[in-house]
């Protein structure tokens, strides 16, 4: 069973698993934030890193069971339950800080809906996510982990969610100081900000595997690396194809640091990167048509589009080494989920 394949199976047992949560808190919760929680987790999403620690325990254990004997999730063996119930609470964990970016970069729409918080507003946006934490710390405590494995679990939670927001808060810090960022300032962002939920979800698979502290230190390391192809790839179909947010170019309305804009920068003259600077971080509001159009006459002007498909090859030679190090199965694996990354742009590499 491939990867497309098991997430195809896993996420119909985690969304009625969550939903029956849900609605069992419901009777407590207040009205606005529940439905506000459910519009956040439910709208959509490619769920990867919801099926991340099972394909992982999987190829790790080197297990082929299937999941078509099991009608939920409480009915699954032990690794199992364990690998599907960590990979929700990874789900969660990562649509809780989709809650906080929108409202930190102002996008009003995500998977072709209104983000929180133009439906619900900013305040209930921001308890969303911080709902969705909780819920994910929640859900390690009542998984079938052994006690041993639950402590880990949480200490790597920790781990990973302090990288993820300071990534995000160093892309914050580039964008209100109007610092164009470096290739190594970028890398720094983004192996935080999103690597570290990749190397989150591995780890989970290697705890319902049981696999040994020192496993879980390398496994980790290669889905830091992970998340570096995927924010590159994932900036390359800003320009290149569609995001589901809203508009083309979206990066480029925002003012984000892009990888594409961190290549040029590092290839400009100070002058040139005046000029970058002033026109990328021009307040969203403020922005016309004819100066997103000029931004992206820079990105073609540097060929950035080009690197960034030779950075996409590079990232991917290295990480398929790191694996294949590691072991033959978890290269399969890997393999398999750089192939689901770089899907989008299968017509250009």
């Known amino acids: 069973m491939n990867l497309s394949e098991l997430r195809n199976k896993a996420w119909p047992l985690q969304e009625s698993f969550l939903r029956n949560l849900l609605e069992k808190k419901a009777a407590t919760a207040c009205s606005d934030l529940h439905q506000a929680v459910k519009h956040q987790v439910f709208a959509g999403g490619k769920r990867l890193r919801a099926c991340l620690p099972l394909a992982a325990a999987v190829k790790l254990k080197g297990e082929t069971s299937s999941l078509h004997d099991f009608p939920a999730i409480e009915s699954c063996p032990d690794w199992i339950q364990s690998a599907l119930i960590s990979g929700l609470s990874l789900e969660l964990l990562h649509s809780g800080t989709l809650a906080h970016d929108d409202v930190m970069d102002g996008d009003t729409v995500r998977r072709n809906k209104p983000t929180v918080w133009v439906d619900y507003g900013i305040p209930q946006a921001i308890n969303t996510g911080d709902e969705l934490f909780y819920l994910a710390q929640e859900l390690i405590t009542e998984s079938a982990l052994a006690v041993e494995a639950k402590l880990m679990a949480h200490s790597w939670m920790a781990r990973a969610m302090q990288q993820v927001i300071h990534g995000q808060s160093l892309e914050i810090s580039l964008r209100r ?170 017509h250009l590499l």
């Open 177 to 346: 100081d109007q610092i164009l960022p470096n290739l190594q300032t970028y890398n720094s962002v983004v192996v935080g900000k999103t690597g570290g939920l990749f190397g989150l979800g591995l780890v989970y698979g290697g705890l319902a595997a049981h696999q040994p502290v020192q496993s879980l230190e390398k496994l980790y390391a290669i889905g830091l690396q992970l998340g570096a192809l995927f924010q590159v790839q994932d900036d390359l179909v800003d320009i290149v194809g569609e995001k589901q947010r809203g508009c083309p170019n979206n990066d480029l309305w925002e003012g984000k640091p892009s990888w594409l804009i961190a290549f040029c920068a590092q290839a400009m003259d100070s002058k040139a990167q005046g000029v970058l600077s002033t026109k990328l971080y021009k307040a969203r509001a403020e922005k016309t048509e004819a100066e997103v159009s000029e931004l992206r006459s820079m990105l073609d002007q540097y060929d950035a589009i080009n690197a960034g498909l030779l950075e996409l090859g590079r990232l991917q030679g290295s990480i398929r080494k790191a694996s294949e190090h590691f072991s033959p199965e978890s290269s399969e694996l890997i393999d398999d989920l750089t192939k689901l990354f770089l899907r989008p742009l299968t």
